[in-house]
T-cell receptor
């Protein structure tokens, strides 16, 4: 089992819809979780992090964490074409090292 | 000025060449990293430097040689690379603390011919 798994997509949603991105992880001891956005040809950009079970909201983005199910998700409300990118889930392995998922490619259709 | 700066942005090199990638961070972080990103693969952690000391070398071939002269600068020296080494090489930095946020540079797109 991979340490961090994401559906590679592509995921397509119409403009204004909710995009739901999912990530599962294997290490039950993981305490913090990060979502990065990567536009084509660009470097990953940190957009959300979550440490506690439940939801964390930041503007149109909501991160959801369920440690019992080892599941973390990212919801994007009112999706915009500018949200089209690859979204990477990252989970610390040990100390300050991260495992990254392969990323989910999102396309928002105008 | 971005927090993590990499140069060059693009590099084409022959298999017999020697080149170096440079990274500089202006965030006051004390950990720096090299990652490799190939198509359809997860980001691969190559090297970790905490307080300018190398703490991880994830089975990276010796044709990649890192150097960290201080907490703000990181180099990746390249020699006798193979075409399969063509990828996006990303530098990143963070604090040395579990779960610290990691910030990436713009990356160097390397093509080995």
């Amino acid at each position: 089992q991979k340490e961090v798994e994401q559906n590679s997509g592509p995921l397509s949603v119409p403009e204004g819809a909710i995009a739901s991105l999912n990530c599962t992880y294997s290490d039950r001891g993981s305490q913090s979780f990060f979502w990065y956005r990567q536009y084509s040809g660009k470097s990953p950009e940190l957009i959300m992090f979550i440490y506690s079970n439940g939801d964390k909201e930041d503007g149109r983005f909501t991160a959801q964490l369920n440690k019992a199910s080892q599941y973390v998700s990212l919801l994007i409300r009112d999706s915009q074409p500018s949200d089209s990118a690859t979204y990477l889930c990252a989970v610390p392995l040990t100390g300050n090292q991260f495992y990254f998922g392969t990323g989910t490619s999102l396309t928002v259709i105008p | 000025e971005t927090g993590v700066t990499q140069t060059p942005r693009h590099l084409v090199m022959g298999m017999t060449n020697k080149k170096s990638l440079k990274c500089e961070q202006h965030l006051g972080h004390n950990a720096m990293y090299w990652y490799k990103q190939s198509a359809k693969k997860p980001l691969e952690l190559m090297f970790v430097y905490n307080f300018k000391e190398q703490t991880e070398n994830n089975s990276v071939p010796s044709r990649f040689s890192p150097e960290c002269p201080n907490s703000s600068h990181l180099f990746l020296h390249l020699h006798t690379l193979q075409p399969e080494d063509s990828a996006l090489y990303l530098c990143a930095s963070s604090q040395v603390a579990e779960g610290s946020m990691t910030f990436f540079g713009q990356g160097t797109r390397l093509t080995v011919v």
